[in-house]
């Protein structure tokens, strides 16, 4: 059984500043230039996002789902992302962090081992508040899959990826608050182009869970930076 927090063997996450989605350094396939210089080291970077949807390689390579998508009410920017997922949220109510990892050699079972890497990271930074992540899938949520992490059955954060042999590019997306209905429901619509809906009532959220409620991604960026980590005051510059 693992600690709060537990890394695994020789694994290191550094919080870098945070960036815009749309920055030619983090956009696309870009991120896996930032990859540390060495091996087992994670470039932690948040990601401002404006209100809408990032779309997976899996759904945007089905036909007429983009499209689709692109014309549901209220659904915001719809981007395509190359990383793994179907629909990431994203805007005020989300907070993504890039996670840029150097990968060593040989690798074994490099998801696995990725996804406890970004679950030790996750717990290491929200330490004080004691949340304990469950890896698992959760129907009925967004973007379900193996890499969903809950607190008490309900999702919390989404893990997607994208490797090279040298390099793993992940983007980990949390809830922060209830979104607007409007909101939720043009993510419900979306995941309905290409199958099941989600539940409110499988979800949860950053900011009711460390007595926050209403959190903004301003006020949930410093609560991720390490004591190793350049300070909140400075990153947000």
């Known amino acids: 059984m693992t600690q709060l927090g537990e890394m695994p063997d020789g694994w290191t996450a550094h919080f870098d500043r ?15 230039g930032l990859a ?13 996002t404006v209100y809408g ?4 390689p899996g ?25 793994g997922g179907t629909i990431g949220p994203g805007g005020p109510d989300w907070l993504h962090l890039l996670m840029v990892a150097s990968l060593p050699q040989p690798l074994t079972r490099p998801l696995d081992v990725l996804l ?24 009925g949520a967004w973007c ?5 992490l809950s607190v008490g059955g309900k999702k919390l954060v989404g893990v997607g990826f994208k490797l090279t042999r040298e390099v793993a590019l ?21 995941h309905r182009t290409f199958g099941p809906g989600i539940a409110g009532d499988r979800l949860t959220w ?22 190793e980590d350049p300070r909140p005051e400075k990153i947000l510059e």
């Open 59 to 83: 759904p945007a390579r089905l036909p007429g789902v983009v499209d689709a998508i692109r014309k549901i009410p209220d659904i915001g920017a719809v981007r395509l992302s190359p990383v």
């Open 170 to 190: 992940m983007r980990a997306v949390v809830g922060l608050r209830m979104p607007p209905p409007a909101h939720l429901l043009a993510l419900d619509i979306s």
């Open 116 to 139: 406890a890497a970004a679950l030790g990271t996750l717990e290491r930074r929200l330490i004080r508040h004691r949340l304990e992540l469950t890896p698992g899938k959760v129907t």
């Open 36 to 48: 540390p210089g060495r091996p087992r080291e994670i470039r932690v970077i948040p990601l401002r």
């Open 206 to 227: 950053l900011g009711d869970l460390v007595g926050m409620p209403g959190l903004t991604q301003e006020e949930a960026i410093p609560l991720f930076a390490g004591e």
């Open 18 to 32: 945070p960036r815009f989605e749309d920055d030619a350094m983090v956009a696309g396939s870009a991120g896996l």
């Open 53 to 56: 949807v990032t779309v997976g």
């Open 144 to 148: 379900p899959g193996f890499s969903d």
